[in-house]
């Protein structure tokens, strides 16, 4: 066995090892949402003696599911809209306008990311409590507009740079105006970024349990994140329900990612390069 087929056998090992560290714990929930709160205290690691999906519909009943999931739907559907709009747009103007002010709002915004969000946590939500804007969904909304800009015009800035200047010329020689040259000649063509901005940002938001827990107060307006954690009291814990609950919240989620996977790595690239 030659050296570099050696080699080839420790990486795969290796690779496959650090694989099953990362799945075993999604693999532990999987199994315990099908047995119930003594059988995991007893063993948490064995199989159940029979697979009944009773703790999904429970779960389902105690989370009200449906209602959960239409709110998380909403909140993600209309945070991630404004960011890919707003950040859009905004990336476009600091490329094409050369003014000096551009600059310094880029780089404020950039660094703003290394900002954490539990530094301006409490007086965030003082101030908004104050302006009597908590327990509403459009309030979190527009928090996520602001967390999630700085990152995503970042994204579209590097990516708005590779496109040639000469295609919107064209358009304007059309007659097309500035407007709608961004929007049918530009915006087009940042599909790809766009996509990862999507997948990602989708990611987080879906979820997210710290914002919304300090937001979304009534039980009405809770996301599925907010639901789960209401399995878990102050002494007690129902850990079929709540493994049975994880399973519910996040398997859209993880199906939408891995549908749309291959174009997150692709994007990254494509924006930073350029």
């Given at each position: ?74 909140i993600t559907f209309f945070s991630i809209g404004g ?25 404020l915004m950039i660094a703003s990311m290394i900002i ?125 329900l709540a493994m049975a609950a994880l399973i519910l ?26």
């Amino acid at each position: 066995m030659s050296k570099k087929v050696y080699k080839d056998y420790i990486k795969f090992f290796i690779v496959l090892l650090i694989s099953l560290l990362y799945i075993l714990p999604f693999i532990a929930v999987i199994i315990n949402s099908f047995k119930t709160t003594n059988d995991i205290m007893a063993n948490p690691l064995s199989l159940p003696t029979k697979f009944s999906i009773s703790n999904y519909i429970k779960a389902a009943e105690k989370m009200t599911y449906l209602r959960g999931f239409l709110n998380t739907l909403i909140i993600t559907f209309f945070s991630i809209g404004g960011i890919v709009v707003f950040s859009a747009m905004t990336a476009y103007l600091f490329v094409r306008k050369k003014w000096k002010l551009n600059r310094l709002v880029f780089s404020l915004m950039i660094a703003s990311m290394i900002i954490p969000f539990q530094a301006i946590m409490i007086p965030l939500v003082k101030i908004y409590g104050t302006l009597n804007l908590l327990n509403n969904m459009w309030t979190l909304i527009y928090m996520y507009w602001g967390f999630g800009a700085a990152f995503a015009v970042f994204m579209y800035h590097g990516f708005i740079k590779g496109i040639p200047y000469e295609l919107e010329e064209a358009a304007y020689v059309e007659g097309a105006t500035e407007f709608q040259t961004f929007w049918k000649v530009v915006f087009p063509l940042l599909k790809p970024v766009t996509t990862t901005i999507v997948i990602l940002d989708g990611l987080w938001i879906w979820n997210d349990f710290l914002l919304p827990s300090l937001i979304l107060i009534s039980a009405e307006k809770r996301t599925l994140q907010l639901s789960t954690f209401y399995f878990y009291g102050t002494y007690t814990a129902d850990y079929g329900l709540a493994m049975a609950a994880l399973i519910l919240t996040i398997t859209p989620i993880i199906v939408v990612y891995l549908i749309l996977q291959k174009n997150i790595i692709n994007g990254i690239l494509k924006g930073a390069i350029k």
